[in-house]
């Protein structure tokens, strides 16, 4: 491991308060270690003094280096733009709320030791609400299902990398990227790590219900073709499923004369079909805005303000 430069990034938020606690675990660690050592402190658009903390920080360690986002562009591009910037053998990704303790790195850089390219976690007990939990599970359950790419379940953003995979990684210039499902895209030798993850140290999760969903819509549809194909599936069964009543219909008034009241089957299928119509337009319209996207070529995030950089 002194052989080895170890970068790890940190995309911060709202987290002027417990900084300095994750800064004192990373340096223990990089004490018993003997790392030569970088760590990117990437500020998302914080509200507080997040990055007026980081330039203090950086005084204490030499290693910081800041980067301050004009604005929050989320989690997934800050965690981007901090790989864009580092510039270790080993590459680790960690969040900056304790969740995924420092401590637990230097046992993740021994399977890249060992020979795997990727050591991510795959979290055994998460110490978040129950509805959280089941979404979390119900979601890569559901990826899993769909995605043409093989993405562990229960595994998060929080792994390690040697540089190569990094280096490869950024070569998917997605506006809107799902790194854990670009980290498995790209293929290399990975291994999955159980650990506990703790409780968060301090405070709310800056993750609220619209940036999860984001993330999940992001991860099926930049993953998935099932979706779009979805649509053709849907319409033929509607198909059939017209083609047997409008036969029933035409046999009832041909063979036996019977006067068909259809007001109320209209409703139905007039109800059901527009219905199913609006989703089918709604799943294309996802994949023509993420189309739109790269079309448009704006860069994915805008740097303000670095350090020692």
């Known amino acids: 491991m002194t052989r080895k430069k170890i970068s790890i990034v940190v995309p911060v938020y709202n987290s002027s308060n417990f900084l300095p606690n994750l800064l004192e675990a990373i340096e223990v660690e990089r004490i018993n270690s003997t790392w030569d050592l970088e760590v990117l402190l990437i500020d998302d658009g914080s509200k507080d003094n997040s990055y007026e903390k980081i330039i203090e920080l950086s005084s204490e360690y030499a290693y910081i280096k800041g980067i301050k986002l004009a604005r929050n562009f989320g989690h997934q591009i800050a965690v981007k733009t901090g790989l ?48 959280k939990k089941m979404s979390y599970s119900l979601f890569y359950r559901i990826l899993k299902k769909l995605s043409n790419t093989k993405i562990q379940i229960d595994s998060g953003d929080f792994c390690v990398m040697k540089k190569i995979v990094v280096q490869n990684m950024l070569k998917l210039q997605e506006k809107n990227p799902f790194l854990r499902g670009i980290r498995a895209w790209v293929g290399f030798k990975q291994v999955g790590v159980e650990y506990e993850r703790h409780a968060r140290f301090q405070g709310e999760s800056g993750y609220t219900l619209r940036k999860l969903f984001k993330i999940a819509l992001d991860g099926i549809f930049s993953f998935s073709n ?59 319209g996802e994949y023509i805005v993420r189309i739109y996207d790269e079309v448009r070529n704006r860069p994915y995030t805008i740097i303000e303000e670095t350090i020692n950089i």
């Open 84 to 131: 864009s910037y580092c510039t270790g053998d080993y590459v680790a990704v960690i969040d900056d709320d304790l969740q995924d303790p420092p401590s637990l790195l230097p046992y993740f850089f021994s399977f890249l030791d060992d020979g795997n390219d990727v050591a991510y976690g795959v979290r055994k007990k998460r110490k978040e609400s129950f509805i």
């Open 226 to 284: 099932v979706p779009i194909r979805l649509i053709t599936i849907l319409g033929t069964i509607g198909l059939l499923f017209a083609i047997m009543y409008s036969s029933g219909i035409l046999y009832q008034n041909l063979m036996h004369n019977i006067k068909v009241k259809g007001y109320t089957s209209l409703v139905i299928l007039l109800s059901f079909f527009s219905s199913l119509i609006l989703i089918c337009i709604g799943i294309i």
